[in-house]
Every structure is written in structure tokens, then in C-alpha cells.
């Protein structure tokens, strides 16, 4: 009888493919998956340190599962990913009954480990050595983790993956834990990236998304040869089967024109830049460690509206950043003003033990101001996203089907599942009509989110769809009927 794995994944979307990852190497092993921790033998939470919130709430789920292990003290209990490595033997001592703590560079160790705990080796410990621990090479690594396995059930459709092309951080801004919990900043070699790449595309994935801390930092150097990020663009673009190529995130002083080039002239790269910018402060970058001005970011904008002017840009804010006065906060919604991002993603300042910004700076913006900022700027943001969205009505998109949108999916009794992008908010489309056919979500080449009503058979194609209605995250649409001569050429057909 197949042994029965249950996982469940916070955070990023470096955690989503990492979790891909571990379950293709179990699957190996002999595992299925399952959706509840109850049949399962072993139990996995893919953690993230970004928030405490995040961090709290594997300690709660670890709490639910003290009465099961107890029960059945054969069940495997594991936590894995970015919190063990932060908080390390904590996770024993906060939940004794955890049988192993893997950091993001052993994975690959995973299947070892939960054969070792099952053969009755005691609780396991792996994870990477501290960025002071050692040699840059010797941290570099004991962080390097590539594994090649894949498993389309976990991916977010069969036809979209992630493919990691860096790890690591050696920005340091004060505010981030990654840099601790990832280590060095490390760069792929290009061959191994289009070979995942080749074999992804063979397994029918039209959508690949490309993955580094900061992405477009991303260069590979052996002897006197040097690729960089918009190299690795141009030979992934050439790859038959691939039809979208996306990449996130990006970093604004690495947003260089050659970047910009192969956006504007490469058809298969998507339109659509997420470049955080953090705050509109001067002052709260140089506290951030951000290693930009507000001007450097609006010349960075002027290039990108310059070189590749429908592109849609996206970015993050963090409010309420120790220090942060009234005037640094109104500098930031002044920025917003100017920009128009097409999204952004507004995140209250929280203290992450390990940093540089908790050990400098106290956290003494008040909750409710954080909270009061966190809500205007998020009301603002929507206001201006759904100003823009208006200018698409009327207009045909083409949209990579996804499959059924939320409401369709909870109209149908089932569960609902996160959209394939996990990093937009939800669409605000109404129920599916009662109808042969089925409320479908897909994404622009923008990465704008759209509904429109189709059928099960044009989930995984590129679709062009009119446009007839939108709201701050969602475009609403229906699909263009062709006509080809005397006969009417439907593509719902």
C-alpha cells in the first residue's frame, strides 16, 4: 500500500516550486498525495519567515497536529523551508513533537531524512550554515539546492511552471530575513536552466516564470564567458513549445536597457514588470538599505515607459517602516500617484528578529497607523487599478486559459483553489450562469487577471477575448467568434 504524504506551502513562489520538488523526489520513494493530515503518513509545511504572521501560523497548524502524533506516533511530522532555517532547533523546543527541521538548500534531502526518522533515527536537524558561519564558498555551498525533479500535479496548471534561475540575496535591506534563511546570491548555469526549461516545454507547459530574489540580477560567469539575464531571455525565448516567458522580482537598479531591449523585441516575454519600490521616502530607503533614491526609481520608470510603453508595472510598499513619519508616508502616495502601478502589494512593517532593522531601528510606528496607512494606500492603489482596467473595454486580449474561476469552482461544490498566479488578489466575478458552459479565468500577456464563460476544452489555450466590463483586478469578457468566409469559425467551438 502507497505510503501518503500530505503537504501544505506559505509563502512565495519560490516555496511552490520548492514543494514541487520535494514531492516529486517522495514520489520516488514510493508516496501519493493526499489533502488531509489525517490519512497521511507524513505530514510537510513549507514555511516562510517574510511575516511573523506566517511563521505563527505554522506553529498553530503544528498545534493541531500534537493530538494526531500522539495518536499515531508513526506519523511523521516535518518543517521544512525558510522558517526552519531561521528558527532552526526552536521548532523542537516550541514543538517537541516534530520529527524533522529542513532548510531551503537541503530538500533534496528530504526522502533520506523521513526514512531515517521512520527507521527510528530520532528527530533530524538540516539546514545551511549561517552567512558568518564560514567561507563564502563553503556558505555558498551549503545553501545550493537544484534539484532537477519535477511533478506537473503540483504546478499551478499543467501548462505554467516556475523555474528557479537564482537563489540567494546579498542585498541586505534592513527590513528582510531572506538573505539569512536563502544565503548567497547564486546564479544558475544557463545550460541546466534550458534544460528544465526543454523538458518542461515536452511536458506541454506553454508559461514558464522565471525565479530569483532579484531576478534580474541574474548572471552566470565561467572562465571568460558571462551570461546575463537578458542573454538567458533570448536563448530561453527560442525554445519550441514555450509561448509565455514571465519572470519576477525584480530589482530596480538591475532594470537596465538591455533588459528592456529584449522585453520590447522578444514576443514570447511578458509585458509586465513587477519592480518593488518599498516607500517614496528617501529617508526610509536609506534606512531600508534599499541601495536606490526615489530618483533612481522614477528614472528607472522613465526608461521602462521609454523602451516598452504598454508594459504593466507592479510594485510593493512596506508602510509604517520604523521612523516612518507622516511626510515619508504622503512621499509614498505621491509616488503612487505618479506611477500608476498596475497592482501593488502593501505589506505593514513587521520586525523580523535576525535583521539588520531590528537590531538598528525600533518598531515605533503605532498598529492603528500602520494599519490606517496599510488601508488608504490599498484604497488609492485600487481606485487608480481600476481606472486603468476601463481603457481595456472594448478591447480583444489574448488570455492563457487557467481553468475555472473561483466562483465557477465553488458553484460546482468544490474547493476553492488559489489561481494560478498566487500573487494577485481574487476576481470579483459573479456566479457562473446556469449554463452548459463554465466560468473561465485566464491571464494577459500583461498579467492582467480575466473572466469571461467558455468550456472545459479551451482550458490551456491562448484565447483572444473582448472585452466588456472591469473592476480593480479583473477584466470581463466574452471570446471572439472568427468569421472565415461564408462559415462562422467560433473558437468556443
Known amino acids: 500500500m502507497p505510503k501518503k504524504l500530505y503537504i501544505e506551502t506559505v509563502g512565495c513562489q519560490m516555496n511552490v516550486l520548492d514543494s514541487e520538488l520535494v514531492v516529486a523526489a517522495l514520489r520516488k520513494r514510493g508516496y501519493e498525495l493526499t489533502d488531509n493530515t489525517r490519512d497521511a503518513d507524513t505530514v510537510l509545511l513549507n514555511t516562510c519567515s517574510v511575516r511573523e504572521h506566517a511563521e505563527e501560523k505554522i506553529y498553530s497548524a503544528l498545534g493541531r497536529l500534537k493530538l494526531a502524533k500522539q495518536a499515531h506516533p508513526e506519523k511523521i511530522i516535518g518543517v521544512i523551508g525558510c522558517m526552519a532555517q531561521n528558527h532552526k532547533r526552536k521548532v523542537f523546543s516550541r514543538a517537541p513533537y516534530v520529527d524533522l527541521v529542513v532548510g531551503p538548500g537541503q530538500l533534496h534531502q528530504v526522502p533520506d531524512l523521513v526514512e531515517k526518522v521512520a527507521a ?287 466562483s465557477a469552482t465553488r458553484a460546482a461544490g468544490a474547493a476553492a483553489s488559489d489561481e494560478a498566479g498566487h500573487d494577485a488578489p481574487p476576481e470579483d466575478a459573479p456566479p457562473a450562469a446556469d449554463a452548459p458552459q463554465l466560468q473561465l479565468v485566464g491571464r494577459t500577456m500583461c498579467d492582467r487577471i480575466v473572466v469571461f464563460t467558455g468550456n472545459r476544452r479551451q482550458i490551456g489555450q491562448i484565447l483572444p477575448v473582448t472585452v466588456f466590463d472591469a473592476n480593480a483586478h479583473t477584466l470581463f469578457g466574452e471570446v471572439v467568434t472568427q468569421h472565415v468566409g461564408p462559415e462562422v469559425f467560433s473558437l468556443q467551438a
Open 120 to 406: 527510528g533515527a530520532g528527530p533530524q536537524l538540516e539546514v545551511s550554515l549561517d552567512r558568518k558561519a564560514g567561507s563564502r564558498d563553503a556558505v555558498e555551498r551549503s545553501h545550493e539546492s537544484f534539484d532537477p525533479l519535477r511533478d506537473p500535479s503540483m504546478r499551478p496548471t499543467p501548462f505554467q511552471a516556475y523555474v528557479r534561475i537564482q537563489i540567494g540575496c546579498d542585498k541586505f535591506c534592513t527590513y528582510c530575513i531572506v538573505p539569512s534563511v536563502r544565503g548567497p546570491e547564486q546564479s544558475r548555469p544557463p545550460e541546466h536552466i534550458l534544460a528544465e526549461a526543454r523538458q518542461l516545454a515536452g511536458e506541454g507547459c506553454r508559461e514558464i516564470t522565471l525565479l530569483g530574489q532579484t531576478v534580474n540580477s541574474y548572471r552566470y560567469r565561467t572562465g571568460e564567458q558571462s551570461t546575463r539575464f537578458s542573454d538567458l531571455l533570448t536563448q530561453l525565448h527560442d525554445i519550441d513549445g514555450l509561448d509565455r516567458i514571465k519572470f519576477v522580482t525584480n530589482y530596480p537598479k538591475d532594470m537596465t536597457d538591455d533588459v528592456l531591449a529584449a522585453v520590447r523585441d522578444l514576443p514570447k516575454i511578458s509585458k509586465y514588470l513587477h519592480v518593488p519600490v518599498q516607500s517614496g521616502s528617501n529617508r526610509m530607503l536609506a534606512r531600508m538599505k534599499r541601495g536606490y533614491t526615489v530618483e533612481d526609481y522614477r528614472e528607472m520608470y522613465a526608461r521602462v515607459r521609454e523602451w516598452v510603453p504598454a508594459a504593466a508595472v507592479t510594485s510593493d510598499f512596506i508602510v509604517g517602516f520604523s521612523g516612518e513619519t507622516d511626510e515619508d508616508y504622503e512621499q509614498t502616495v505621491e509616488l503612487v500617484r505618479e506611477c500608476r502601478f498596475k497592482n501593488s502589494f502593501i505589506f505593514k512593517y513587521s520586525v523580523r528578529p535576525g535583521t539588520k532593522g531590528a537590531e538598528l531601528y525600533a518598531d515605533d510606528v503605532p498598529e492603528e497607523v500602520k494599519r490606517r496607512r496599510n488601508n488608504h494606500l490599498l484604497a488609492l492603489q485600487n481606485e487608480i487599478s481600476e481606472e486603468d482596467n476601463q481603457a481595456f473595454l472594448g478591447q480583444d486580449v489574448e488570455v492563457l486559459v487557467e481553468g475555472p474561476s473561483k
